[in-house]
């Protein structure tokens, strides 16, 4: 099968945020990313999170206009989408706005196919374990709850297909530390010892990594919203 993957567009109407971030184009890149994935025959597609973002003139209305516009392209080619929650979705929609608006569920969870189980992870949690939309967004301290991780060892274990994990923030430690889950250790152990994952792909770190860790691909996409040339993948599974 193949599945369609980009993350971290940042779309908003501002031209520039920081120094390379040109999130106003991504609207376009999503375009762009879909019309490969709609020619190669995709069957899935993810975005690894922070769809959207803000500066000080935009309004929570503006930021859920700009989510609802890139939800409504996507969605209009008609191939199964599933969104990963990243920081910046949270930093004003609340979970209840995104399932309202993007017409899914917050993770954790597990799409199945027919050769695969993707298991869809939410690492926006503070070391309190309350989640960003509740507790306020802190991007350095990104924490997988025990509940998330209880869900993880129960869906390898019960898995009889190859697993896929699917998480905003980073698991792999060898991506700059402020961007590493805090508790990334122990998913990883848990990765490792079931046997089953062929692949974690992650998004937030935004110059992208590849690693291989315990055998198993760690891919981290490079960000939609840098510079102007596009940046997005189709992987073969």
Known sequence: MKIGLFTDCHYCKAEYLGPTRRPKLSINKIREAMNAFKSNNVDIVF???????????????QIIECFKEAMSLIKSYNIPFYL????HDYLVMTANDMEKEADFKIPPYTVET???SFIILDANYRSNMVRFDKAGVQWTDSNLPPHQIEFLKNALNTSTKRCVVLVHENLDPSVDKMHIIKNA?????IIKNCQKVSLVIQGHYHSGKESTIDNIPY???PAMCEGESNSFRILEL
Do not use: W, Y
């Open 185 to 189: 250790e122990q998913a990883r152990d």
């Open 47 to 61: 975005c690894l999170g922070d769809m959207t973002d803000h500066d000080e003139n935009s309004t929570k209305e």
């Open 84 to 87: 990963v929650p990243g920081n």
């Open 219 to 221: 891919i981290t996409l």
């Open 114 to 116: 027919n050769t695969h």
